[in-house]
């Protein structure tokens, strides 16, 4: 009958549940172990060799450790020559790679000397 099917299914699930659980115990047991069966003293040392092994010396960097990008330095004198870039009729953009700074920054300087149109209001 459907419900013995259902029962005998039941069981099979438990025990298949039951058989993950204890394949997964026995691989945490055997990778605990296995600095020791490669000749070891730690896990970190066996990490270690397994890094130069594959040629990843590099350690993985940690959420503190992000390294942002080196900000320019935008000197009265920098200014001056954008104003003059500007002025000359060079895009936005072209400056901005000219001298190495951001086209935002670009922006704010043409802003501060005056050298942007105002939007038609409507």
């Keep these: 009958m459907v ?15 039951e058989l993950q659980n204890s394949i997964e115990q026995e691989r945490k047991e055997a ?3 296995l600095h020791e069966q490669y000749g070891f003293a730690t896990p970190a040392e066996l990490i270690k ?6 040629g990843a010396t590099r350690a993985r960097k940690s959420a503190g450790d992000v390294r942002h990008r080196r900000h320019a330095r935008i000197t009265p004198e920098l200014r001056e020559k954008v104003k003059a870039a500007i002025e000359s009729g060079k ?6 790679k000219e001298f190495s ?7 704010n300087i043409k802003k501060a000397f005056g050298l942007v149109k105002s ?3 409507k």
């Design 91 to 96: 895009k936005g953009g072209e400056v901005a």
């Design 31 to 33: 990778l605990a172990h």
């Design 3 to 17: 419900t013995d099917k259902l029962k005998q299914l039941t069981e099979y699930q438990t025990k298949v549940v």
């Design 119 to 121: 939007r038609k209001k």
């Design 101 to 107: 700074i951001s086209l935002p920054s670009v922006h």
């Design 49 to 54: 060799a397994l890094r130069e092994a594959t």
